[in-house]
């Protein structure tokens, strides 16, 4: 058996990240991967503003702690003052640039204003208050995104913050998936609205889908595919042509009667591995030739849906975002936090327990923890990693993987 991290090292050895460049809107670049390292043109600020409402005033000229001013402007964000001579003040609002002159900025709840056009400052500023230079959040030609970076909320607004319209991003990773298994029906397909005897409902079309938008893959669905040889080569041939990567679900148990491992041998190359994971263990890992000439990545995934689910989560999220271009994808962050439960019975494999924050800092744990048993995620807030060969006994430190490091 693979240890996890033998297998992810198979996975990333084998990666062929995507390397084509389109050029999007930033509006439209939500979730995108960046394919060049990009600059600011600017300083941001672009000038010394004001951070408060106020009067922007010569900080010497209120050293006593109160000063009667002559208010000689008034400067709205988006206008340029006028220098600020001395015994002055210039009525400033929130991020209009200083006035040459001014070195310091009073807010107004220490300002009264008089119908004299003066103004009585309460307060002696030192040199420099309330101001934001220059340059103190970005230099001009500093680089502020890296190359192969994944683009979220705040990267978008920095990328706007120094004026860049349009950013180069990598084409998303195309990924097929099909459903093996004869006893599967869609929701809202059973005949009559009742599921047959044997039949289950297909889940696993729903998580698998799910996890790959969360990753922006453009996905094609070939639905579930009849089990018979003839039907699974052919959906392989038609997935690999416009592909990156062809995923399954089903059929990698150890001797399962079913048609993924001839037919992914048939049509390319197949490694089946045995993973010392739980729930998990089966994954299957192989290509798919195009007619082109080169070929599609295949991956096979458990068919039990707590299998599937996870076995995504360990594996094929890691090695879609590689593919995908992205620099560095950190490992998932894990939180050491205390177990409020036993859990006697030692595993050879290394777990991954479905549990979740109780509000005292400590963790509880799913009562069925079964690969079968879908709920457990949902009740869940993340997976405890717990090593092969590991009891646990209330009281003790865990590595806990929030789901929310593990879906996106
Ligand atoms: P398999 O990996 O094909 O041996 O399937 C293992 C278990 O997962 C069986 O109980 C299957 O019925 C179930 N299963 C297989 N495919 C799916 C699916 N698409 N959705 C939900 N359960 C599935
Ligand atoms: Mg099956």
Redesign the pocket.
């Known amino acids: 058996m693979l240890s996890v991290k033998e297998a992810l090292d198979f996975l990333f050895a084998a990666v062929r990240p995507v390397t084509e460049v389109e050029t999007i809107a930033t509006l439209a670049a939500n979730g995108r991967v960046l394919a060049a390292a990009q600059k600011s043109t600017i300083d941001v600020p672009s000038a010394d503003n004001t951070q408060m409402d106020g009067y922007a005033v010569r900080s010497g000229d209120c050293a006593s702690g109160t000063a009667r001013l002559t208010v000689s402007q008034r400067i709205p964000a988006g206008q340029v003052g006028m220098p600020l001579e001395p015994g002055c003040a210039a009525r400033i609002f929130t991020g209009a640039m200083i006035p040459p002159g001014a070195d310091a900025v009073v807010m107004q709840e220490q300002c009264a204003a008089h119908d004299d056009g003066t103004v009585t400052i309460n307060h002696a500023p030192p040199a420099g208050e309330w101001i934001r230079r220059a340059g103190e959040d970005i230099c001009q030609d500093a680089t502020i995104l890296a190359a192969g970076t994944r683009l979220r909320s705040q990267e978008l607004g920095l990328a706007a913050s120094v004026g860049l319209a349009s950013l180069p991003v990598l084409r998303r990773l195309r990924v097929a998936v099909f459903?093996?298994?004869d006893?599967?029906t869609m929701p809202g397909e059973a005949p009559g609205g009742v599921l047959a005897p044997g039949a289950?409902?297909?889940?696993?079309?729903f998580t698998l889908r799910a996890q790959l938008e969360n990753l922006g893959c453009v996905i094609t669905d070939f639905g579930?595919v009849p089990d018979t040889l003839d039907a699974t080569r052919a959906t392989l041939r038609a997935a690999a042509q416009d592909n990156d990567l062809i995923i399954t679900?089903?059929?990698?148990?150890v001797g399962?009667e079913?048609h993924i491992k001839p037919a992914v041998e048939a049509e390319g190359r197949l490694n089946m591995w045995q993973i010392a994971v739980k729930p998990g263990k089966?994954l299957a890992f192989g290509e798919v030739n195009k007619s082109a000439g080169d070929s599609a990545f295949f991956i096979g995934l458990?068919?039990?849906?707590v299998?599937?689910l996870i076995t995504f989560m360990l594996f094929v999220r890691p090695f879609i975002l590689r593919q995908q271009g992205v620099a560095d994808p950190a490992p998932a962050r894990a939180f050491a936090l205390r177990a409020d439960f036993d859990w006697p019975k030692a595993d050879r494999r290394n777990e991954f327990l479905r549990a979740r924050y109780n509000g005292e800092g400590g963790l509880d744990l799913f009562a069925n923890q079964g690969s079968?048993v879908l709920t457990s995620t949902v009740w869940a807030d993340g997976l405890i990693d717990n090593p092969p060969g590991q009891a646990i006994a209330r009281g003790d430190m865990v590595r806990f993987i929030p789901f929310s490091e593990l879906l996106y």
Do not use: A, H, K, Q
Request: without cysteine; hydrophobic residues 20%.
């Open positions: 459903f093996t298994g006893e599967l289950i409902y297909n889940s696993n079309r579930i679900s089903g059929g990698v148990s399962e079913d089966p458990p068919g039990n849906p299998s599937s079968g």
